[in-house]
């Protein structure tokens, strides 16, 4: 079956520095990618998607591109701030997203003044 | 403004005791999902449905019960049956087939007492 799995955390850093999640999947058919964050007690919001081979998602200064030949999709900032401070998924959608999506166990960013 | 309402935030129950999570949207989309969140453990999908008066089970189906009467409506009964209920409940709704990225309710944090 669809799995995916990303670094685990926590992941501390300080304000400023480069941001590297990484996540790898396997999947079936020929998925969809996305990256999800959730704040303290809240859903989760969509971040950035990508949904073939060597596109690249972005997203208030969040990249990350679909490389198949490495079945990963790492998420990358160049220059984090405070507000970053949140957990990050990884999630794929397979056969056109008709069972829902399939979710990494999650990263927990920390960033530091 | 469009988006998926929850109801309530937080929830307590007493052992043996069904409760019925709400989930609204008014997106317009045709398919809704419901995904437990545990700590370390990411999102697993309960159920999820493509049209109204059509379900089906994911991966942790056991002890809940959903309806889809309306398309704008899921909402998610724990029952007695669930053994280990106490988690945060996510509702999420997509487009369609071919348009699986998902938005989600702020969730529903349901404690057994």
């Known amino acids: 079956g669809d799995s995916v799995t990303q670094m685990e955390g926590p992941v501390t850093l300080s304000e400023e520095a480069f941001l590297t999640i990484n996540c790898t999947y396997t999947?079936?058919?020929?998925?969809?990618l996305f990256w999800y964050v959730q704040y303290p007690g809240e859903g989760l919001q969509l971040l950035l998607k990508?949904?073939?081979?060597?596109d690249k998602g972005s997203n208030k200064g969040f990249e990350a591109t679909y490389r198949k030949e490495t079945t990963s999709f790492h998420l990358e900032k160049g220059s984090v701030q405070v507000s970053d401070s949140a957990v990050y998924f990884c999630?794929?959608?397979?056969?056109?997203?008709?069972?829902?999506?399939?979710f990494g166990k999650g990263t927990h960013l920390i960033i530091q003044p | 403004d469009g988006g998926i309402t929850q109801s309530p935030k937080y929830l307590f129950r007493k052992e043996g005791q069904n409760v019925t999570l709400s989930c609204e949207q008014n997106l317009n989309h045709d398919a809704m999902y419901w995904y437990r969140q545990d700590p370390g453990q990411g999102l697993r999908l309960i159920y999820y449905s493509q049209i109204v008066n059509d379900f089906q089970k994911g991966d942790i189906a056991e002890g809940y019960s959903v309806s889809r009467e309306k398309k704008e409506s899921f909402p998610l009964t724990v029952t007695s049956a669930q053994k280990n209920p106490t988690a945060f409940y996510l509702c999420a709704s997509s487009p369609s087939l071919g348009r699986p990225e998902a938005f989600f309710g702020q969730g529903t944090r349901l404690t057994v007492v």
């Open positions: 990508a949904t073939k081979a060597d």
């Open positions: 999947a079936t058919g020929y998925p969809s």
């Open positions: 999630a794929l959608s397979d056969q056109g997203g008709a069972d829902g999506l399939t």
